[in-house]
């Protein structure tokens, strides 16, 4: 038994340590588009003038685009990253980790109609209000996608074709439980009063610990001034 809960505590830490290096792999990214978000308000007399004559009078759209397209969407690089250390932990294909974490996301993802009957999807699901989700989502992604695989629950085609038309093939099995499963998950949330998994997340778990650090750094900040 001791041996058993000690295997499973290095598993979880060496889990741990894999979303963090997806994380953190993706840092550069957040980085430039959080500078992008610094050249529209660079406190500087002057400053917004002086784009303004050389850029327009819509010059901050310039850097706000590249910001969007990062910062904005964090949690779809987050993804990509922690997707691809938990695939290289386990051992499986690593593309395929990813395309199942991104069928993951989208299903729990709504869809927004206009009034015109265009359909899309919210970005600000993707920026750094739905981190929590792309990382529960994600690491029960691979790790379903994992168990299915390393379960031999696939498809096996002769050794004579060649894996580039086998490959696909043997991931049908895993990416259609996938879609079943997280299917049914979007279908309970919608049921619920938050109505998506997004929602759910946020209030129930971001949220309160987005409060709990807030206050810690107030108490910290009050203390340090008494």
Known sequence: AYEMSASLV?????????IKEGFFGVMPVIIVGSLFLLFTSIPINGYSELMTGLLGENWSQ???????????????YVVVGIARSLAHFYKVDTRESIVVSFIAIFMLTPVLVTEDGLKGLPLDNFSASGLFLAIITTCLAVEIFRFVVQKGWTI?????????VAKPFEALIPVAIIFIIFNFVRIGFEMTSFKSAQNFIFTMLQQPLQSIGSTSV???HLRAHE
């Not at 290095?10 to 894999?18: A, P, V, Y």
């Not at 096996?156 to 580039?164: G, H, T």
């Open 10 to 18: 290095g598993s979880e830490m060496c889990i741990r340590d894999k």
């Open 62 to 76: 310039i850097f706000m685009v590249p910001y969007r397209m990062s910062y904005g969407i964090m949690s779809i």
């Open 156 to 164: 096996k085609l002769p050794d004579s074709v060649p894996q580039n």
């Open 218 to 220: 107030s108490y910290t």
